[in-house]
């Protein structure tokens, strides 16, 4: 999941003509492979990491990106994390469904891989629980949430809903 939290965003409609939007793709592509970490990571695969950053150029837009910090004025990606990007729903939702496009078996293979680590010990109950809880839906929220950061009260409250929702599985027996 470490690179999934340095990529970085574009204003709307990035053209393969613009310098910058070029710039960024090859970057953002780059800056995921390079923070791919494990050999589970879907971005050690530098077509997904590139098939990713196309996606989020072309829908997000280079002017957005900038202004999100995930991109200098060049197209360079920077090393913003994106949970502190402060996203708009939208282009935090486009980012996700980008990730997913081009990853989401992967991603989510890596997802439950996470998870169930944190239940090896739980009751039978509470795995049952939080297996039904951690779904691609949830798991997507939780992205896009991540995403708007603390600019968001929606994304606040969805974290807490998923919180408190983890907790009472785990409270299970």
């Given amino acids: 999941m470490a690179s999934v939290a340095t990529i970085s965003l574009t204003a709307c409609g990035g053209s393969s003509a613009d310098p910058v939007a070029t710039q ?5 592509a780059k800056e ?3 923070n791919a970490t494990t050999a589970s990571d879907p971005f ?3 077509t997904k990491a590139s098939c990713v950053a196309n996606n989020v150029v072309d ?3 280079t002017k957005a990106l900038i202004g999100y910090g995930l991109i200098d004025a060049q197209g360079n990606a920077t090393k913003a994390k994106l949970d502190s990007a402060k996203a708009s729903k ?5 980012l996700v469904d980008s990730l997913f496009s081009c ?4 991603l989510m293979a890596q997802f439950q891989t996470t998870m169930a680590g944190r239940e090896a010990s739980a009751p039978p109950a509470a795995k049952a629980c939080l297996t039904a809880l951690f ?3 949830t798991f997507r929220t939780i992205l896009v949430a991540q995403m708007e950061g603390s600019s968001s009260a929606d994304a606040v409250a969805t974290m807490k809903d ?3 929702k983890a907790a009472a599985c785990a409270a299970m027996k």
């Fill in 162 to 164: 998923i919180q408190t």
């Fill in 103 to 106: 990853a989401g078996p992967e």
């Fill in 90 to 94: 939208a282009d935090a939702t486009s």
């Fill in 32 to 34: 995921l492979t390079a």
């Fill in 59 to 61: 829908k997000i837009g």
């Fill in 24 to 28: 960024a793709k090859t970057s953002i």
């Fill in 44 to 46: 050690k695969d530098a």
């Fill in 135 to 137: 779904t691609e839906d």
